[in-house]
Each structure stands twice: as structure tokens, then as C-alpha cells.
């Protein structure tokens, strides 16, 4: 398995949370507020988690991913008509200039060349459209159950890197990536806690859709984590796993 091949991982997928629908109507009331209504685009949609999460608030438009495995997967769920699949990348989405209000990266603007996204996600917004760069890390620093998973994974890996889990990313990092050359101004930050409550296996299936990890244990390590976690969570009927998604969102210059 590499960094950033999710072929593999596509069928864990639909296990992972959503997001906070708090930050997600802070936001849209904050664009429509700006510009009006409009469609959004998701883009590296995986299976559309985010996506659903944009239609459950109201919203349409469009999700493009590149991995045919996770659009597959996207597939099996009934989208009514107001989200339209295509693939296509951060860098090269396909979509047409100027044809949405609100660009979205759920847990994926790390993957991208941030540099030539930015770039494209200017030219496929409306004068004045936003973009919001996601991610959704579990909040562990209060559960006790899950720092001690944490230890049991960094045990196993003791230098390992993560790709990003969102929860390391600075304002000043995303000032960096998102404020390139003047395509864009105005960050906001906006994040809220939400808890996801789980079956044990739902759970496992969740570590189980993890690129970064898996790459840096090997097969044998990354099997030795799911055994350490299955006998810490042994004792629980279902896990109560806390969330913290945290957002960045530029407005663009157009």
C-alpha cells in the first residue's frame, strides 16, 4: 500500500463519522449570508461523507473524486438527483469555470498540491466564492479509552508521521497555503466538537480506512495495532468516540 492509495480502504470508508453540522450551518449561513445561494462542490469526496453531510443542510452541486474503488462506493448510496459524480482531482476537477458558490476539501487538502489547487479552485468559483479546507481528527485529550489506543499505536510505530489528521494544522500553515499569490483572503477558523458513538465494529472498520497508518506499521504491524485496539475496546458494547472538526475558509479575490 502507498501514501494516498485509498483503493484498498474504499470499503472501510462508509464507517468513518461525518462532521460537526454545527461548523458546517456556521459556515453556509456565512457564504449565502455574502454571496447567496448557490451549488458547492466537494472535491476528493471519497465516498461522500462529506457530501452527505452538505445534502442533510440543504445544499447541491457536485463531488469529485479520483479514485474509481471510493466512487464505486459512492455509488451504492441514493444521492436524489442533487449531487452530481465525476472524477477528477484538487489540481484538475473538470468542472466548469465559475460554476459554484462554496468549494470543500473533507480530510483530504493535504493529499493535494496546494499550490495548484488553490489555483483551480479560483478559477471554478463565482466572483466572491469560498472555499473550506475540513478535517475531522478524533478529540482523545479527555478519554482516557482513547489516549490509551493512541499509546498502543504509537507503541507499535514509535517515529510515525501522520499525513495529517487535521488536528496539528496551524493558522499559520493554512495562511501559507490558502493565501497564495492573492488568490484568496479573509481566513476564517471555525471548529466544534461532535461524538460519534460506535459498535465495536463499525470502530475497527474506521482504523481500518486509515492510509498513513497502515503504510508506516506494514501488514504485520498494522495487524498487530487492530489486535491491541480490539482488546482495549473488549469490554465496551459500543464506543462513544469523540470528534473535533476544525475548518479553514477563504473568500475568493475574483
Not at 7 to 32: D, M, Q, W
Not at 43 to 68: D, F, M, Q, W
Not at 132 to 142: C, K, L, Q
Not at 144 to 162: C, S, W
Request: aromatic share 10%; with cysteine.
Amino acid at each position: 500500500m502507498k501514501h494516498g492509495d485509498f483503493t484498498e480502504l474504499a470499503k472501510f470508508y462508509e464507517n468513518r463519522p461525518g462532521y460537526s453540522k454545527v461548523v458546517l450551518e456556521c459556515l453556509k449561513n456565512h457564504i449565502f449570508n455574502c454571496i447567496g445561494e448557490g451549488k458547492v462542490a466537494d472535491i476528493g469526496a471519497g465516498t461522500g461523507k462529506l457530501t452527505e453531510n452538505l445534502t442533510e443542510i440543504g445544499l447541491s452541486g457536485y463531488a469529485v473524486e479520483p479514485n474509481a474503488a471510493m466512487r464505486s462506493q459512492a455509488a451504492l448510496k441514493n444521492w436524489g438527483g442533487g449531487i452530481s459524480w465525476s472524477e477528477g482531482t484538487a489540481e484538475a476537477t473538470g468542472l466548469e469555470d465559475s460554476c459554484v458558490n462554496w468549494v470543500l476539501m473533507g480530510s483530504s487538502f493535504h493529499w493535494a498540491d496546494s499550490v495548484l489547487a488553490v489555483k483551480e479552485f479560483y478559477r471554478i468559483l463565482v466572483p466572491g466564492g469560498f472555499f473550506t479546507a475540513i478535517w475531522n481528527p478524533r478529540d482523545i485529550e479527555g478519554s482516557e479509552l482513547h489516549k490509551r489506543i493512541e499509546d498502543a499505536v504509537y507503541a507499535e510505530v514509535p517515529k510515525m508521521k501522520r499525513v495529517s489528521s487535521g488536528k496539528a494544522i496551524s493558522m499559520e500553515e493554512m495562511k501559507e497555503k490558502l493565501l497564495y499569490e492573492g488568490y484568496f483572503k479573509n481566513i476564517l477558523f471555525v471548529e466544534a466538537p461532535h461524538v460519534e458513538l460506535m459498535t465495536k465494529e463499525r470502530y475497527m472498520n474506521t482504523w481500518k480506512s486509515v492510509n498513513d497508518i497502515q503504510v508506516q506499521a506494514g501488514e504485520e504491524g498494522f495487524h498487530r495495532i487492530l489486535n491491541k485496539i480490539e482488546e482495549i475496546i473488549q469490554e465496551f458494547d459500543e464506543i462513544e468516540v469523540p470528534y473535533l472538526s476544525r475548518s479553514w475558509t477563504v473568500q475568493s479575490c475574483k
